[in-house]
C-alpha cells in the first residue's frame, strides 16, 4: 500500500521557516521522482518544487525561487522542503506527489504565515 505522510506545517510568522517532510512507503522511493505542490484557499493546487530520483535535478515555481529548496534521502525514504523566508502569500495546504505508477498524493499539511 503506497503512503505518503507530510509533516512539519504549522503556523509561522513572515520572515520565519519550516521545513516540511514527507515519508513514503510502498513503492521504490529511489526511483521515483518526488514533487511538492500547495493549495491556497480558493486557489488552484500549485506546483512549488520538484527533485528527480537521484536528486540531480531540481527546479522550482517563480515565486519560491531563492526561499525554498527541496532535498531527499533515499535512505529514508523520505523527501523534504525548507521554506525559508516565508510570506502570508505562502499559507497554504502543501502536499507531496509522486507521479510515479498511477501518481500518489499525501493527505497534505497546512502551512499558515501570519503575524
Known amino acids: 500500500q503506497v503512503q505518503l505522510v507530510e509533516s512539519g506545517g504549522g503556523l509561522v510568522q513572515p520572515g520565519g521557516s519550516l521545513r516540511l517532510s514527507c515519508a513514503t512507503s510502498?513503492?521504490?522511493?529511489?526511483?521515483?521522482?518526488m514533487n511538492w505542490y500547495r493549495q491556497g484557499l480558493g486557489k488552484e493546487r500549485e506546483l512549488v518544487a520538484s527533485?528527480?530520483?537521484?536528486?540531480?535535478?531540481?527546479s522550482f515555481a517563480d515565486s519560491v525561487k531563492g526561499r525554498f529548496s527541496i532535498s531527499r534521502d533515499n535512505a529514508k525514504n523520505t523527501v523534504y522542503l525548507q521554506m525559508n523566508s516565508l510570506k502570508p502569500e505562502d499559507t497554504a495546504v502543501y502536499y507531496c506527489?509522486?507521479?510515479?505508477?498511477?501518481?500518489?498524493w499525501g493527505q497534505g499539511t497546512q502551512v499558515t504565515v501570519s503575524s
Open positions: 510502498g513503492f521504490t522511493f529511489s526511483s521515483a521522482p
Open positions: 527533485i528527480s530520483s537521484a536528486g540531480g535535478s531540481i
Open positions: 506527489y509522486t507521479p510515479l505508477g498511477r501518481g500518489y
